[in-house]
């Protein structure tokens, strides 16, 4: 099974990178096929909802993107890191997933059923409500796709390496990566 991990998160080794790791090593140690992709070192630019996709069955915009379609449609499980910025996904994630629009749409859209879907996201307050707007996008679309959502991994992780000293938040993003691939 190929797991394709997104990481959101524009710090490097922070709190999201650190419990994608958790979860990313777990799944391999089940079977799993990994791969991270840390969508900060790419160049993405946000979809300019031209619908030339619609027309030429590829995206017009020639960016990082490109090297990524292929590996969203290649992956059994796509598990997305992102931290909460403003009640909201990063703009590193928001500019990736808006990009799947380009997806969308046959033969790719065949392709695109089936997979699983899982979430990990960090924040800083005290509350799982904080997430709440990356929840529900990304369970919306995971209905949208015909995709399974798995139960998200919230966890306050605001100050620098937090994530790495919560056990609990470690262990529960190893028992997602395990979950995504049974």
Known sequence: MKLLALNGSPRPFGNTWTLLASALKAAQANGAQV????LAKLKIAPCQACDSCRRTLRCRI???MMLLYDK???ADVILIGTPVYFWSMSAQTKACVDRWYALDLD???TRMQGKRLGLI????DATTETASGVVFAFRSAAEYLGWQFY???LV???AHGEAGRNPQALQAAAQL???LIE
């Open 121 to 124: 996201s960090c924040y800083a």
């Open 151 to 153: 139960e998200p991994v």
């Open 35 to 38: 791969e991270q992709v840390d």
């Open 62 to 64: 020639a960016d990082d």
């Open 177 to 179: 990566g395990r979950r």
């Open 72 to 74: 969203i449609l290649d």
């Open 107 to 109: 033969p790719l859209r």
């Open 156 to 158: 306050t992780a605001g």
